[in-house]
């Protein structure tokens, strides 16, 4: 090179490095900060239907601005509000399409997202509409290595929805998504936005809701979006009461492309739920809907699959001293018409007490001498027509059931079977007057669940049982519901006696009736009042129809046929006894009662229960007047007229 062409090279490089100081220089001056303010705000004026203002600027255009405030308003409504923004990037990555931030501080951010009454957003008046064509990606890359939110405020007003509404549960007021407003918003994190792939780093997120009085203490996680793949690594939550640690996956799908949930059928899902606690004040606050719980539930689970058929590897509930394990698949979650589930549970543990504990708004008995539940179940088929198989072991005996069920919009229709092995009913009701070891099997078949609508049949049997110190042999019931009528057959063995009964029930008209039969041979009393006073063998037969279920005052004829009989050292010979009610037109009623003993009639306007009153008063009055008058005559006579005693 030449000493000439040196000379050149020299100058025309001193030359550069002063435009550039000068260049710099003038980016830091009050000028050059008025034109960028002045052509920002002509920028954003012209591209947004919006109401721009903006603060005074101060920085150089090389490292970075600030911006003392920021106003959008849209529809003569505020959009955002913002105080101090601070921005500090690198200029050269321009040359490379790519913008990077350095960070970016927003300070007492305001943002206000409004839903108008004829359903539009005011996001959606923000811009005008775009009419360009072109679809080609583009080819920048945005990377933000420091974003910070500080005392940042959300108002969401959906004029649509319930905006002055709000549902209170034990003094928790739920969130209203129609009127929501977040106070307190911190937020620290890193993003970069790239051709086809979006990652986002939150670091921490925290706000508070002041009308709920619910805190997010901290939020934590790594998103990432590329192509067909969507991640959530390391997501964590915590609250005062709750915390919740998982991290998902999904590939084989665009998620911010996908038409529809049909099309996630093939996408491969995994989720591992690590052990977190959900308290049920913080799930009502968001779900109002689970207005029913109370207490913490203790999750953990691992699930992964297809859409199509999702692998519940394992999922633990703990509630209390209750574990509930479940595993299984769900089918068919990208066609929700068909949705399909085989849920099975094996070695569950359930302490009684804790169920009305995690569900008090059902007063659920605490059933606590039935010491802990071992249960097994498997829940197959959709949500409305499924079976279930379960098997609950207790201090209280065995029990299992077998059932199918389907609901449709017009009818319930079931199938059953259960069965019971040594069951004790005093463990089950805490009574020990109900001290009993039953064994026993039912059955159901039907649909419907009114009297209008019911269209069933069920059995109940009963072997080589013991209930309240009585030995049964053997006792079934039989019942048959169709066309608004009811029948039943009843049976019972037992060393103490033998018993069948039969009753037809009809409530085709207004008022129901029914007609009972029964016949009891060699009954005991003794066992069944537990009072040897009572020994017996009685037999009888009885048969009674009546026009309404009032055991008194119905329209009734009764029919009582005593066989020969013993009562403690009493024998009792045949005997018969009618006693019928009977009503005329006029309204008056009539009792007749034919007997052994003798025949009565009575005839007028009454209730039963009305004139049994009155007997009972005439009587209490003549045993006073009795007792007062022998009091005259022998003083030595005491008696209160309120004494019983024991009948004869």
Do not use: C
Request: no cysteine; aromatic share 6%.
């Amino acid at each position: 090179m030449t000493r000439r062409s040196l000379n050149i090279l020299r100058t025309t490089l001193l030359a550069v490095v002063l435009t550039l100081l000068l260049l710099a220089g003038y980016t830091q001056t009050a000028v050059f900060r008025a034109n960028l303010r002045s052509a920002a705000y002509e920028l954003l004026q012209s591209s947004l239907n919006a109401s721009v203002y903006i603060g005074e600027i101060e920085g150089n255009l090389f490292t970075g601005l600030t911006i003392d405030t920021v106003m959008i308003y849209v529809d003569n409504a505020p959009f955002v509000e913002a105080g101090r923004v601070g921005v500090r990037y690198d200029l050269l990555d321009l040359l490379r399409d790519r913008v990077t931030v350095d960070s970016v501080t927003v300070d007492n951010p305001v943002v206000h997202l409004i839903r108008w009454k004829d359903g539009s957003w005011n996001t959606g008046h923000l811009a005008p509409p775009d009419t360009t064509t072109d679809t080609v990606p583009s080819p920048w890359t945005i990377a933000a290595a420091r974003v910070r939110l500080r005392n940042a405020t959300f108002r969401l007003i959906d004029s649509t929805g319930g905006y002055g509404t709000s549902v209170t549960i034990d003094g928790v007021r739920a969130l209203n998504y129609s009127n929501l407003r977040l106070t307190g918003i911190e937020l620290a994190g890193s993003a970069v936005i790239a051709p086809g792939r979006i990652e986002a780093v939150i670091d921490s997120l925290s706000f508070n809701a002041p009308a709920e009085r619910f805190s997010l203490e901290r939020l934590s996680a790594r998103v990432l979006l590329a192509g067909d793949t969507a991640r959530v690594n390391g997501l964590s939550v915590r609250t005062g009461r709750s915390r919740l640690d998982l991290s998902a996956a999904l590939t084989g799908v665009d998620v911010l492309h996908a038409g529809s949930l049909a099309s996630f059928e093939k996408a491969q899902t995994a989720l591992v739920l690590r052990p977190s606690s959900v308290s049920s004040v913080d799930l009502q606050t968001f779900l109002p809907a689970l207005y029913f719980l109370r207490g913490t539930v203790e999750l953990e689970g691992d699930v992964a699959g297809t859409f199509a058929q999702m692998n519940v590897r394992s999922l633990t509930a703990r509630f209390g001293a209750s574990e509930l394990r479940l595993s299984g698949t769900v089918s068919n979650i990208h066609e929700p018409d068909e949705l399909r589930l085989n849920v099975v549970s094996k070695q569950s543990v359930i302490d009684p007490p804790d169920v009305p504990a995690l569900l008090p708004y059902y007063r659920i008995p605490r059933f606590a001498k039935l010491g802990t539940l071992s249960l097994d179940f498997q829940y197959v088929g959709k949500p409305l027509d499924f079976m279930v198989v379960s098997t609950v072991r207790s201090a209280a005996g065995t029990v299992t059931v077998d059932g199918e069920m389907l609901i449709t919009e017009q009818h319930l229709h079931y199938k059953g079977l259960l069965a019971g092995t040594d069951v004790d009913l005093e463990k089950v009701f805490e009574n020990r007057d109900l001290a009993s070891r039953i064994n026993t099997r039912a059955y159901i078949e039907g649909e419907g669940t009114s009297i209008a609508d019911l269209n069933a049949e069920a059995r109940v049997e009963i072997d080589s049982s013991r209930i309240r110190g009585i030995d049964v042999s053997s006792a079934g019931l039989a019942l048959r519901a169709q066309d608004r009528k009811v029948d039943a057959d009843l049976s019972l063995r037992s060393p103490d006696g033998t018993a069948g009964a039969s009753v037809s029930m009809d409530f085709r008209a207004a008022e129901p009736s029914y007609a009972l039969t029964a016949r009891v041979r060699g009954l005991d009393l003794a066992p069944i009042l537990r009072d040897d006073y009572y020994s017996s063998r009685l037999s009888f037969d009885l048969h009674r129809t009546a026009a309404s279920f009032d055991p008194l005052d119905a329209v009734s004829a009764t029919d009582i046929t005593l066989l020969p009989s013993t009562f403690r050292d009493h024998s009792l010979d045949s005997a018969s006894l009618s006693f019928a009610v009977a009503l005329d037109s006029a309204g008056m009623r009539r009792l007749s009662l034919r007997s052994p003993v003798g025949d009565a009639e009575l005839s007028g306007r009454f209730t039963f229960p009305g004139f049994l009153d009155v007997l009972q008063q005439g009587v209490g009055h003549i045993v006073r007047l009795y007792a007062y008058q022998r009091q005259v005559v022998d003083s030595g006579f005491s008696r209160s007229a309120d004494t019983v005693s024991r009948p004869v």
